[in-house]
């Protein structure tokens, strides 16, 4: 992966890289783009937004006066002494026009952050490749305005990283067919064999083997996420004693040990995933004469199967089950919350989705890989039942939203 990666970097291509919570796909980044601008996605965040954080990190910041039509009066400041360095480099190949009162810490630009080729110019003065983290996050029509700067930057010379969760192959190509020819996509993918791989080299380097039955299990038990593996196969490990290299080589635990160990590690993410669905079970607000719409959406798609959830499950099926459970709900409403179930579950950070509903597709699948194991393995009760229990009792006409 890292051989194509860098294959692809001394390439005039956008890079999108398409894997899963914890699969690695920062890491990968990390490891080939140190020195990168890096920019993360946030729900309510807007294309602006970005190139505003672009900037900041490159220490200027744009301050507009007035626009008017195609007049833009501007002045962009540096913040810091990297700011001043671009600037300074602005300054001699634009030859913009200084002010008598101007100084190097301050340039007068007829341009705002719609323009795409002084955003671009900016970028290419600081020398450094530009990574967009968590473009799930972005709304559908901010996804498909990005994908369109996307052309206009590539036309520019500046070709952007783009990481982030998605169902679809080649989504950016599909947002903008203009990109086609113009970026490459990467999935990032463990398959079985690849997460034997990672455990068996960890364990030579231990000298330790896991038990079949256990070796087995971290691997099932991943969901195809390296990153689950590796806190799984570590917290074995702590249970078995073993922190440094042995002496020598030689088979540690059991499955009865394995099996203490999930259930341990599931208990520690109840806080996490019981107020996920409590937030999405309750939904925006509750009244008298409730549906429990919400509640009744998420018990659906909590009953789905792993490869239903991986694959995308449409709203349709959700509103023929859910319905069946309480007929006042109606498939226009349904519609309506699943567009509100990702805003339902971000913190204030605009963070932290664990379900993902996609628009194009009418489908809601899974983003945190982690809620498989979770739901494998927890013993709390989930609090929908409740939820639906609350609205039977409030009363029995509504019209099948809340």
């Not at 993360?40 to 190139?51: A, E, G, H, S, V």
């Not at 989504?171 to 203009?178: A, E």
């Not at 239903?308 to 498939?331: C, H, M, V, W, Y």
Request: glycine share 6%; charged share 25%; proline share 2%.
């Amino acid at each position: 992966m890292d051989v194509r990666l860098q294959r692809l970097l001394r390439r005039n291509f956008h890079i999108a890289l398409r894997g899963e919570s914890k699969c690695g796909k920062s890491w990968l980044r990390q490891q080939n783009i140190p020195d990168a601008i890096v920019v993360q996605c946030r729900l309510n965040k807007t294309p602006k937004d970005l190139y505003t954080d672009i900037l900041s990190q490159l220490g200027l910041n744009l301050v507009v006066e007035k626009s008017s039509g195609k007049t833009v009066k501007a002045t962009l400041e540096a913040t810091q002494e990297l700011g001043v360095k671009i600037l300074a480099k602005l300054a001699f190949k634009q030859t913009i026009a200084l002010e008598a009162n101007s100084t190097a810490k301050s340039k007068p630009v007829g341009r705002d952050l719609e323009d795409l080729r002084f955003v671009s110019d900016i970028i290419k003065e600081s020398g450094r490749r530009l990574v967009i983290e968590d473009f799930h996050y972005l709304s559908p029509e901010h996804r498909t305005e990005f994908a369109f700067d996307l052309k206009a930057l590539w036309d520019y010379g500046i070709y952007v990283i783009v990481i982030g969760i998605w169902s679809e192959n080649n989504l950016l190509i599909h947002l903008n067919s203009d990109l086609a020819g113009r970026i490459e996509e990467v999935p990032i993918y463990w398959s079985p064999d690849d997460l034997k791989r990672v455990l068996d080299l960890g364990s030579d380097a231990l000298r330790v083997t896991f038990p079949n039955r256990v070796s087995a299990r971290l691997i099932e038990d991943s969901f195809g996420t390296v990153g689950i593996l590796q806190r799984l196969a570590l917290d074995f490990l702590d249970e078995a004693g073993i922190d440094a290299t042995l002496d020598r080589r030689r088979v540690v635990g059991d499955e009865n040990m394995y099996e203490a160990v999930a259930m341990a590690y599931a208990e520690q993410l109840n806080a996490l995933y019981q107020t996920f669905a409590q937030n999405v079970a309750n939904g925006i607000r509750q009244r008298a004469n409730s549906t429990g719409i919400y509640a009744h959406m998420l018990k659906v798609v909590m009953d789905a199967t792993d490869a239903q959830l991986n694959d995308g499950l449409p709203t349709d099926n959700i509103f023929k089950e859910a319905s069946q459970r309480e007929n006042r709900i109606k498939r226009a409403n349904l519609g309506s919350i699943m567009r509100k179930i990702n805003a339902l579950q971000v913190d204030k950070g605009n963070r932290g989705l664990i379900l993902s509903y996609d628009e194009t597709k009418d489908e809601v699948f899974v983003v945190d890989k982690h809620l498989f194991f979770y739901r494998k393995y927890a013993t709390a009760q989930w609090p929908w039942e409740r939820v639906i229990q609350e609205a039977e009792d409030l009363g029995d006409t509504y019209d099948g939203q809340g």
